[in-house]
Structure formats: C-alpha cells, structure tokens
C-alpha cells in the first residue's frame, strides 16, 4: 500500500567527529522516503524553495517517490539546520535554525497522496498533523512523531493529534515529558490509554522498545564500529517500520509484524547514520537490508536453558 | 563451581523519588552474592567495621554465602555511602562517602576462597585486584569490574589487572572513558585486544552488551512499570552472570553460555531494583527467576521474514 509522508523538506549543514558538510538534502520527509521506497511507493507532501533544485528532487525520485506534492516557493527559502555533535554523537547543538517556507507550510495533498492507506504525519505543527489526518479518513495506518517544541507550545493539539492515530513513534526523552511519567513502560502505557495501539520508543544508540496492549518487544541498534552522522536517523527508522508495515496490510498492527517492523526501521537507520545525510541510503540495495535485518535477528537471539537455580541454599 | 567475590561490603542512604532508607545493607560483594547464590556457593572477601552486626551477616549466610574471609574491624567502621536520584533515576549524585575500614582494605582469602574456581574481582583499587589475581592461578574463570575514579587515577595498574581476566564488565561509559574511545563497539574491541575474551557494557535502563571475538549480543533490561532503587544493579547483574557461568564450567566462555549468562545477570538485575537496598533479592525464588528470564526471551524474539524489498523503484 503506498505511503503518504509530510514533515520538513530541509538542507542540513552538519558537522561531528568525522567531518563537516554544508547543506546536504535532508528533513524528515526526505530520510523518511528514501527507508521506505525500499518497501512501497511513498508520496511526499512538502514545501520547498527556489534554492531547491532538481538535483535533489532526483534523489527522491530515483527511488520512486513521486514529488508532486512537494511545492516549490517562489523567492522562498528551503528549510535550514545546521548543528554541531559532540565526541560521542549522543549530544549535538542547534547552531540555526531557518524555517524558510517551512514557517507557513500548509500540507496540501493531491489526489495520489489522498488515495494512500498508510500515512506518516512527522513532526510538523499539530494542529497541520491533524489536518492532514482528517483529510484522509479511509487510511488504514497512521502513525505519528512529534518533538519537545510542540510538547510545550502546543500539547492539546497534540494530544488530539495523537488520539486519531494507531502508532506514536517518540525519542524515549519525548515520552516522558508528553506524559510527565519518567518510566518508559508507564509512559507509553499511558499514550496507549489515549488511543494508538502501538507506540515505539526510539532510544538512539540503545536501539528502539515497541509497546502494545499484547506487550514489550526490544531492539538494540545495529553495532557499527563508526558512527558518522546520527541526522535522520530517527525518521529513516520511521520510514523502514512503516514501509514493511504498509506492504502487510492484514498483520499491521499485530504484534508479530510490528515486531518486524522494528527490526527493519532498525536496520535502514543503521545504514543512515553510516555516512553523512544520505548518501548511504541513496546507494543502499535491498540485499544489504535483508543481510542486516538477519544479522540483527543473530545478534539478538538465545537459546533458553533450564536454570540451575538454587532456592534454598 | 564456587565463586570468590572481593569488592565492598557497605551501608547505603538512599533517597529516591520512591522514598528513602537509611543504612541499608550493600555494597558490591552483598549485591553480588545474594545473586550469584542462586547458582553456587559464594565466598566472600572483604572488610566491615564494629558497627556490621550479626543480622547483616545472616541476610548473607541465609543464602549459603560464605562469610569467613569478611574481617571485622575492631573499632572501624563499615564503608558508608549516602545518595540522591534524580526523577527518572539515570542521574544519581554522591552525599556522601565514608571509606571506613575499605580504605586499608587489604584482601586475606583463606583456603576456601583460594580453592574457589571463578573469581570476580569487584571494583576495588587495582592493585589489590591485580594481587588477588594472583592468589588464584588456577581460577578457571575471573572477571574484573572498575570505575571511574581508577580510570583516572590508576589506569597502569588497571590495564595491568585487565591483562589478567577473561571478562571485562563495565558501564558503557567506562568503557568509553578507559579506552578514549567514543564508539562501543570499537572500545570493546579494543579491550578484547588487551586479553579478555569477552566483554559486557551495562547500559543501565537500556540493558546490556556482550562482545567477543565471535560476535556481539545485546539483551534489554527488563522493562518495568516501577523502578525504586537502582543501587547495587550493576554488581547483582554481575552475581547472575557469574553465577551461571559458574555452573557451566565447560562452556564458560562459549558465545551461547555467555548470552544466556547476560540473560541471567540481567533478571536479577531486574528484581534487585524494584525495591530498596537488597530486599527484593533477599525474598526472591528461584522460579521467578526462571520466569523472568522466560519473559526475556519473549520480549526480545522475532521471526524472520523473506523482505518485500524493492531494489530498483
């Protein structure tokens, strides 16, 4: 079932341990789509500006992701990140941050994207999250990001964002502040009570916790010797879980598809953070998925023994 | 096959947002033993003061622990420690430390501890580590824990000790900071070119690494609802996992022992935390034990799938 994605189309100067770049494509919309192609056709609701060329409109398009939703701004600006991570990758600093047309997107979804039974909504303004959602009545699968700026400024929006959809996916820190409840558990039992059926606890380098009514399932990330660039990540995550989910219609929120669905969200964002922006996943091939997908299944697996236990010693 | 631990035997204040206890019973070797005798007879080395009475030495002997080489310092007192959690209980400060008698803490193993065929070296000064070490020739099995403060200001001696044991267990950070390097995976890798044939990152709420020269593994903590104190979780998943090696002398460093090992050590872990100091671990069975790890191996499988990848959209 093809997939519908709106959030940030952006460029993203980036600089680590490893080295720097200067506006590279990328946005949630853009990581998103090129994890997901690998599964199913995604269709990206976006805005861009006149500093947005072909050049990387072809990135998407290569992968056949159709852009025709993805409007082009005269004189407007494409959104700008630049940001500064730290010797061990898990802190980085917001250097600017320059919306560009991003500041007044207003989502508009053409036939195709309409037509889509699985729908993405990232970390845009709530109440556009909602708006986008209530144009799509018929979809099958929703699921939803968000971020701590729309925690603060806007959460009863959010709150209603999330009670239409079936899978909030949340960085673990987000959880607890949506929720006030500092245990992970707690946490995302409390959004289950909301509404979704599943909700996914992205935890960076520790990998990522699924959480449904039928219980806990746990991934760790992908062990790489050398980390690059972790911009995107999150969203590739996102594009892989919803691309297998959207190719099992009938299984899509049971636990056992969910399951691998986390495994592949897993394995695309292992690839992501590989080198800087996306150009890993750009050159990616669906057998280096499927390798990775079996590695993670090795990496996790154990036999159960009966214990040797001694109860009264 | 039984277990010699040296490491600190101490009373805990604790306050977290769960409540606070005064002078409880803790300490590595105690959060070490009472796990570890769910597997084998436990020998323990260290010292107390005047003030460690009887009733702190039966919590021990109740679980068959062996207490004949814990030497009561006339006059001394027991190594004190007093500490503050923060909300979601990931960052804990230090009110207060009190060496007592564990500042001249010299290591006296009678024939009983020597005879011992495991041996874990808890996070004492590396010297005396080192020293220990070489009492037991003949230990089939010795693992080795440090901290910080020694990375700092004993790091020689430290690298001498680690030369000498088979396993490495530390926080991820640890290892981190002993190796300079940012990346896990290469800074376990890095020990393991030191000597040891494994070594075991404890990443706290996020569970636990396993890398050896065979591969890596990775086992989540076990999600619950209500963590009340995380003292002492580190040295009971020590107590697990040394403690079912123990009894698997053959393949005490087989990959397959070594995952179900993690398994073990992180159960315990799991139930040490669920109340304050070691009650929960006193008053635990063997068949929850059993069960726990049941329900780790549920929450961590998943089936593979043949992907639906599309290589060329």
């Given at each position: 079932m093809p997939i519908t994605v709106t959030g940030s189309i952006a460029f993203d100067s980036v600089r680590t341990p490893f080295g720097e770049r200067e506006r590279m494509l990328g946005g949630t919309s853009v990581h998103f789509a090129l994890a997901a192609s690998f599964f199913d056709t995604v269709r990206v609701v976006g805005c861009v500006g006149e500093d947005f060329g072909d050049h990387e409109m072809?990135?998407?398009?290569?992968?056949?992701?159709?852009?025709?939703?993805?409007?082009?701004?005269?004189?407007?600006?494409?959104?700008?990140?630049?940001?500064?991570y730290g010797w061990d990758l898990n802190s980085r600093e917001t250097l600017a941050t320059e919306?560009?047309?991003?500041?007044?997107?207003?989502?508009?979804?053409?036939?195709?994207?309409?037509?889509?039974?699985?729908?993405?909504?990232?970390?845009?303004?709530?109440?556009?999250?909602?708006?986008?959602?209530?144009?799509?009545?018929?979809?099958?699968?929703?699921?939803?990001?968000?971020?701590?700026?729309?925690?603060?400024?806007?959460?009863?929006?959010?709150l209603e964002a999330i009670k239409?959809?079936?899978?909030?996916i949340l960085n673990d820190a987000e959880l607890r502040q949506l929720?006030?409840?500092?245990?992970?558990?707690?946490?995302?039992?409390?959004?289950?009570?909301?509404?979704?059926?599943?909700?996914?606890?992205k935890q960076g380098e520790y990998g990522a916790a699924l959480v449904t009514s039928q219980g806990f399932f746990s991934a760790p990330a992908f062990p790489l010797e050398t980390v690059v660039d972790p911009t995107g990540a999150g969203d590739t995550f996102a594009g892989g879980f919803m691309g297998y989910l959207a190719t099992h219609p009938a299984g899509k929120l049971?636990?056992?598809?969910?399951?691998?669905?986390?495994?592949?969200?897993?394995?695309?964002?292992?690839?992501?953070?590989?080198?800087?922006?996306?150009?890993?996943?750009?050159?990616?091939?669906?057998?280096?998925?499927?390798?990775?997908?079996?590695?993670?299944?090795?990496?996790?697996?154990?036999?159960?023994?009966?214990?040797?236990?001694?109860?009264?010693?």
């Open positions: 072809d990135v998407l398009r290569r992968r056949g992701v159709e852009v025709d939703d993805v409007e082009r701004i005269a004189g407007g600006k494409t959104f700008f990140w630049r940001g500064d919306l560009g047309v991003f500041e007044g997107f207003q989502p508009k979804l053409g036939e195709r994207s309409l037509a889509s039974e699985v729908l993405f909504l990232g970390n845009i303004q709530p109440d556009l999250q909602r708006m986008v959602r209530a144009q799509m009545p018929h979809a099958r699968l929703v699921a939803l990001d968000s971020m701590n700026l729309w925690i603060d400024v806007a959460r009863d929006s959010l239409t959809v079936d899978c909030v929720t006030g409840k500092p245990n992970l558990v707690s946490a995302a039992q409390e959004v289950l009570g909301w509404g979704p059926q599943a909700v996914v606890a049971k636990d056992e598809a969910l399951r691998q669905a986390v495994i592949c969200g897993t394995a695309l964002a292992s690839f992501n953070v590989e080198e800087f922006g996306t150009a890993r996943v750009e050159r990616l091939r669906g057998e280096e998925i499927a390798t990775r997908v079996a590695e993670l299944h090795k990496l996790t697996q154990f036999n159960m023994v009966s214990l040797p236990l001694r109860d009264n010693a």
